[in-house]
């Protein structure tokens, strides 16, 4: 190589490194100068959240959260549905907040109506989602308000707690259930709802349709009979435009209300066999006027 063209390439090596430091160097300190500070409860936080990013707290994912509980003073440490209380309690410890009373929800599917149970207006053969299937005339259920059975919220659950039944029907795992409310949002008929996991008794329906009309449609559907609104001890059962609603505050869990429905719209979660005990004695002392009107 010629002298002359070497030092054309020591030259240019030199130029280029010396570029090379002052742009470095001007990074370096524009980095120093406009770093965002974090907080280190932040990181704090986001370690001892479950990291399912469920969204349940409001927020895009467990890190917005963590950001958001330490940075707004007024936002509750207790809203990490999958965390539960002990989550919360260790959130609020970290934010120096006081542990807000978590109370366990499980999510509850309000629809007993499967295949072989409710009946269908018609054969859909579009995608099997439920978002796609209510869009073909409300869904193919006669029940307007019942669910499709095609396995939406299945798949939505981040938590597997969701499986179908041979006939189409979501089943909740409430030991697997975080009560996240993936699921009540995915339903395109609002048929789930997060319920306090204490309480197993629930009126297992959602429709507001008449007597007549219900029964025509599903075996198990609440028919407004008001048996359970008479019957009911704790006075925690009412009528809300031809569908029984329970007032799970008053509720006492006596079961009363599960023995006296004649459809069996109303069960036990924690042991569904109570539904089938003396019902026929308790709906004829209804009749004979011997329970509580």
């Known amino acids: 190589m010629q002298p002359d063209l070497i030092d054309i390439v020591l030259t240019s090596l030199a130029f280029m490194g ?3 430091a002052v742009f470095g160097l001007a990074l370096a300190i524009a980095a120093r100068k406009f770093a965002v500070k974090t907080d280190p409860r932040v990181e704090a936080v986001r370690d001892v959240l479950p990291g399912a990013n469920c969204g349940a707290c409001g927020f895009a994912g467990c890190q917005g959260y963590a950001e958001a509980v330490v940075n707004d003073p007024t936002l509750s440490s207790g809203l990490c549905a999958p965390g539960k209380a002990d989550i919360a309690a260790m959130v609020a410890k970290i934010t120096g907040k006081v542990a807000p009373e978590v109370i366990p929800m499980v999510a509850t599917v309000f629809c007993r109506g499967d295949e072989c149970k409710a009946t269908r ?13 209510v869009l073909v ?7 307007q308000y019942g669910c499709l059975g095609y396995g939406t919220c299945s798949r939505a659950c981040p938590f597997g707690a969701i499986t179908m039944t041979k006939d189409r029907l979501p089943v909740v795992d409430r030991e697997k259930c975080t009560a996240c409310g993936v699921c009540v949002a995915a339903c395109p008929k609002s048929i789930i709802t997060l319920t306090p996991a204490a309480k197993r008794v629930h009126i297992r329906c959602s ?16 028919i407004a009979c008001s048996l359970c609104v008479k019957g009911c001890p704790e006075k925690a059962i009412s009528l809300d435009n031809f569908l029984a609603k329970i007032d799970y505050e008053k509720c006492s869990e006596c079961e009363t209300c599960v023995l006296l429905c004649p459809q069996r719209t109303i069960e036990d979660k924690i042991d569904p066999s109570k539904e089938s005990a003396p019902r026929t004695k308790l709906a004829k002392e209804e009749k004979e006027g011997a329970v509580t009107k």
Do not use: M, Q
Request: aromatic share 6%.
């Open 121 to 133: 207006r018609f054969v859909y053969e579009g995608v099997k989602d439920c978002r796609a299937a």
């Open 137 to 143: 005339a409300g869904g193919d259920k006669t029940c």
């Open 18 to 20: 010396a570029v090379g």
């Open 207 to 222: 429709s507001h349709d008449k007597g007549p009309v219900v029964k025509k449609a599903c075996e198990l559907g609440c």
